[in-house]
């Protein structure tokens, strides 16, 4: 049974680049969250998606972008990224039904230079 | 929006004794409270996790405590081992465990040998 994967693992940018990260969720869940962790802080809630629909939305601006596919796999889009843009960014799924726990992918880390 | 408070920011033990994180959340709605571990470059995993309606849980060597009256709540480990060395985090959510998640700043716990 596969876990929270995520892709790719690691990713260089430049400021004012664009860039997308990829999650496909734990087999039987249906909810992506993404979160973001800065070195030596706690993961910060981006969104979440359910049902295809972003359901909430942390204290990110609104170059923070997502989607979620029919098959619940999910894409986070990040565009003129910022040097503080650079952190790991976690993706988390869980399952509505019985209210399942978040369980987290490795994550992506982002640097910007 | 919620806040959570963690403490000690860094626990050193011996091997063989107990450990305890605490936290303090700002969100009186808050209903479930994970606890995660992650060790270094690796994704948090999900340890343990209560919810508003019972006071204590175990599982093993670990145990969680809720206060909802203080709004706090606290990781108990016992007998350490130096395999139980990692970052911890414990977070809160007010609308169970499909909701987002606020998570403390984490605890760098090292086991002695």
């Known amino acids: 049974d596969a876990g929270v994967t995520q892709s790719p693992t690691h990713l260089i940018k430049t400021r004012g680049q664009q860039v997308t990260l990829r999650c496909s969720p734990k087999s039987g869940h249906d909810t992506v969250s993404w979160y973001q962790q800065a070195l030596g802080q706690g993961p910060q809630f981006i969104f979440q998606?359910?049902?295809?629909?972003?359901?909430q939305r942390g204290n990110f601006p609104d170059r923070f972008s997502g989607h979620q596919f029919p098959n619940y796999s999910s894409e986070l889009n990040v565009n003129a990224l910022l040097l503080g843009d650079s952190a790991l960014y976690l993706c988390?799924?869980?399952?509505?039904?019985?209210?399942?726990?978040?369980?987290f992918g490795d994550g992506t880390r982002l640097s910007i230079l | 929006g919620e806040n959570v408070e963690q403490h000690p920011s860094t626990l050193s033990v011996q091997e063989g004794d107990s450990a305890v994180i605490k936290c303090t959340y700002s969100d009186s709605a808050s209903n479930y409270f994970p606890w995660y571990k992650q060790e270094l470059g690796k994704r948090p995993q999900l340890i343990i996790d209560i919810r508003s309606n019972v006071g204590e849980k175990k599982d093993q060597r670990i145990a969680v405590t809720l206060n909802k009256t203080a709004k706090h709540f606290s990781l108990h480990i016992t007998e350490t081992q130096p395999e139980d060395s990692a970052v911890y985090f414990c977070?809160?959510?007010?609308?169970?465990?499909?909701?987002?998640?606020?998570f403390g700043k984490g605890t760098l716990l090292t086991v002695n040998p």
């Open positions: 998606y359910y049902e295809e629909e972003e359901r």
């Open positions: 988390a799924s869980s399952a509505r039904t019985g209210e399942q726990p978040q369980h």
């Open positions: 977070a809160a959510s007010p609308g169970g465990s499909n909701y987002k998640l606020t």
